[in-house]
């Protein structure tokens, strides 16, 4: 009789044995997570400042500051008209999608070289010319003022920056389609200098040694050599827009300066992560984060800005509810341990200055180096930077052998014929970034072609990837075929 009343008491000795289990088992787990974040934290301070102590010694800047004191209020201003025009530039895209340079549908081959433009793409072109003229305006109101953007910043102007670095390139792809139309309508001059403003958009960027506008500007480079080539196969331009042109390439290479970028990607990394409460850093991880895991699920990347007042979500059609759980437990995590976040830009810190050490060799060491990365596992631990340096050598030797090509060009005019050798032209230009030795040049059925040995450091004789080689070419053609059907 006495069971049944019992029962119920000892179940409830049981649960509250539980609970007090639990609970303690809670402390113990939430002082071992405390005790670990502890640990982390002071680890993190030791390593950051260990890092930051070693680009004192160096002698190098700590933040972005030191690089960019210069920045008036005029390149402000100047900001503002890039961005007027790129948002000029949003409407109405898919009316021209099937114009060359900015059409995402038009295809190379339906341009080929000295061959005259279709009547009916010259039309199109045309009508593009008279309905952008308040975007190209306003893009030389910004040139004529030869200002640059103000500091690269993620946070302060909520990602406008971002616009710039995008639209950058399409600036310069407008400005070779005016090209085209120049080339069609006989204005040989007109041409040559389109091409030169399409180079020139870069100058938005100078003073910005960053690994990401240092990516913009190759692109832009190696973008408007191309063009370039292409314009030279249907004009006979005079020799001072040549020199002007080369001028204006040859200035465009000694801006891809490795160790400068080097020195301003550092000055970012050390600035980020001299931050006391990390509070950039958590806000980028967790942009990184989201982008990733948006990836996971296959669908669109979302479009994410870390602003200044917090991240910000643009076009997030798809939010899944995992997505949200681990955006959170990451968020709650970087502000319980921002020591994870500064052992790793202590790490970003200390290989960014084993690749400023290494950019001290010569550009021909630098592409030997990168390609050994490249053919071993090494790429895994050291490989970004190497990457990248392989594309800005790319870029730099587009630039050179486009600037060789106007040289060479301007010797045509003057004797009536292309040269035996560049050491005819003359004996100064630039060295392939490549070998560090001169650029190669060969005489063709069509002409004649400068060119680099590129990437796999191989004479491939000047055939570039359209002809199953590795060199980086620039193409010049008898005056006898240019411009003809």
């Not at 990394?269 to 958590?282: F, K, M, Q, S």
Request: charged letters at 30%; hydrophobic letters at 40%; a neutral charge.
């Amino acid at each position: 009789m006495n069971e049944k009343p019992r029962r119920p008491a000892r179940i409830w000795k049981w649960t509250r044995r539980l609970i007090v289990t639990l609970f303690l088992l809670l402390i113990l787990l939430v002082s071992a997570i405390l005790i670990y974040a502890a640990v982390v934290n002071h680890q993190g301070k030791e390593a950051i400042e260990s890092a930051l102590a070693d680009v004192r010694a160096r002698g190098l800047p700590l933040d972005r500051k030191q690089i960019y004191d210069d920045a008036g209020s005029g390149d402000d201003e100047a900001g503002h008209l890039y961005l007027a025009a790129f948002e000029l530039t949003k409407v109405d895209q898919d009316k021209y999608d099937d114009l060359p340079y900015i059409g995402s549908r038009f295809r190379s081959e339906d341009m080929p070289l000295c061959k005259p433009l279709d009547p009916k793409l010259v039309g199109k072109i045309r009508a593009f010319a008279e309905e952008n003229k308040r975007y190209f305006a306003l893009l030389e109101d910004a040139r004529s003022r030869n200002a640059r953007i103000p500091l690269l910043d993620f946070y302060s102007w909520n990602g406008s920056q971002l616009s710039h670095l995008s639209s950058s390139r399409a600036a310069a792809k407008r400005w070779l389609l005016l090209s085209l139309l120049a080339q069609a309508e006989g204005k040989d001059a007109e041409a040559m200098q389109a091409c030169a403003k399409a180079i020139e958009t870069n100058r938005i960027f100078d003073g910005q040694p960053l690994i990401l506008t240092g990516l913009v500007r190759i692109a832009v480079g190696e973008l408007v050599s191309h063009a370039v080539e292409d314009t030279l196969s249907r004009v006979k331009p005079d020799p001072k827009d040549l020199r002007d042109l080369r001028d204006i390439l040859l200035a465009e290479d000694a801006c891809l300066d490795p160790r400068e970028i080097l020195k301003g990607e550092l000055a970012l990394v050390a600035e980020t992560a001299a931050d006391p409460d990390l509070r950039i850093v958590n806000q980028m991880s967790s942009v990184l984060m989201l982008y990733t895991i948006s990836k996971q699920f296959r669908e669109s990347p979302l479009s994410v800005t870390a602003g200044s007042k917090g991240i910000i979500l643009e076009d997030a059609r798809i939010f899944p509810r995992t997505l949200c759980v681990q955006f959170g437990i990451s968020w709650l995590w970087q502000g319980i341990c921002p020591g994870v976040n500064q052992k790793h830009y202590a790490r970003e810190i200390r290989n960014f200055l084993a690749e400023y050490d290494a950019a001290d060799v010569p550009l021909s060491e630098q592409a030997q180096r990168a390609k050994r990365l490249k053919e071993s596992d090494e790429m895994q631990e050291g490989g970004f930077t190497s990457r990248w340096v392989q594309l800005l050598l790319q870029g730099k030797a587009s630039l050179r052998a486009a600037a060789i090509a106007m040289s060479v060009e301007t010797w045509r005019i003057q004797h009536q014929g292309w040269p035996e050798k560049l050491a005819d032209v003359a004996a100064d230009f630039p060295m392939d970034p490549f070998t560090g030795k001169p650029m190669k040049y060969k005489r063709t059925e069509e002409g004649c072609v400068i060119y680099s040995v590129g990437k796999n450091l191989q004479d491939d004789g000047g055939k570039d990837h359209s002809n199953d080689g590795d060199d980086t070419c620039f193409r010049l053609f008898d005056v006898a075929k240019r411009n003809k059907p």
